[in-house]
T-cell receptor
């Protein structure tokens, strides 16, 4: 158990709909990352939040958005869903210290169990 | 952008055999990490490497951070059935998400 929780485990919805995926990071971790993994594919970085603020953006579609709340949990919102959005969505968390010799160590990302989204 | 290559793409081995896989890049990284993913589950961190040349073990797993900072390898000794899964390497240049790059994975199958 990584300490990162994600809900729901599975989500089935129709094209055009909007869904929200939720992630709670490990206790003490300030950074949350969202990834998309399509069938038999690698992990595609979507977006990172650090202590409530957007920190970095990857290949995230304009139909997707995320936020991180004061209690550090994060939500990924997917709207106007298309068939191709069906995938596993993972969040990961890390401490992300500001510099220092151990910066690299604390940037290890720990992954949640994922949400499997199926768009019909 | 930064890309990682992993080889082999997939491998089938007999239980008890040793396994070696590697990860290469045209870019340098400050940290290399190895993850294992079981079907339908999240990746689990196996080993993290922080310094060029570093060799680190975790049970039957051994990984090394290449001297050039552009590669890393993972060895698994005396494989067992539960080693089945996809092994991802990840390179990290900085603390921001876009500087954290995953390889495409090596799919390992262990035959009894």
């Amino acid at each position: 158990d990584s300490g990162v929780t994600q809900t729901p485990k599975h989500l089935i919805t129709a094209t055009g709909q909007r869904v929200t995926l939720r992630c709670s990071p490990r206790s003490g971790d300030l950074s949350v990352y969202w990834y998309q993994q399509s069938l038999d594919q690698g992990l595609q970085f979507l977006i990172q939040y650090y202590n409530g603020e957007e920190r970095a953006k990857g290949n995230i579609l304009e139909r997707f958005s995320a936020q991180q709340f004061p209690d550090l949990h994060s939500e990924l919102n997917l709207s106007s869903l298309e068939l191709g959005d069906s995938a596993l969505y993972f969040c990961a968390s890390s401490v992300t210290t500001q510099g220092g010799e151990r910066e690299a160590f604390y940037n290890e990302q720990f992954f949640g169990p994922g949400t499997r989204l199926t768009v019909l | 952008g930064q890309q990682l290559n992993q080889s082999p793409q997939s491998m089938f081995i007999q239980e008890g055999e040793d396994v070696s896989m590697n990860c290469t890049s045209s870019s340098i990284f400050n940290t290399w990490l190895w993850y294992k993913q079981d079907p339908g589950e999240g990746p689990v961190l196996l080993i993290a490497l922080y310094k060029a040349g570093e060799l680190t073990s975790n049970g039957r797993l051994t990984a090394q951070f290449g001297i050039t900072r552009k590669d890393s390898f993972l060895n698994i000794s005396a494989s067992i059935p539960s080693d089945v899964g996809i092994y991802f390497c990840a390179g990290q240049l900085g603390q921001d998400g876009q500087n954290f790059v995953f390889g495409p994975g090596t799919r390992l199958s262990v035959l009894p």
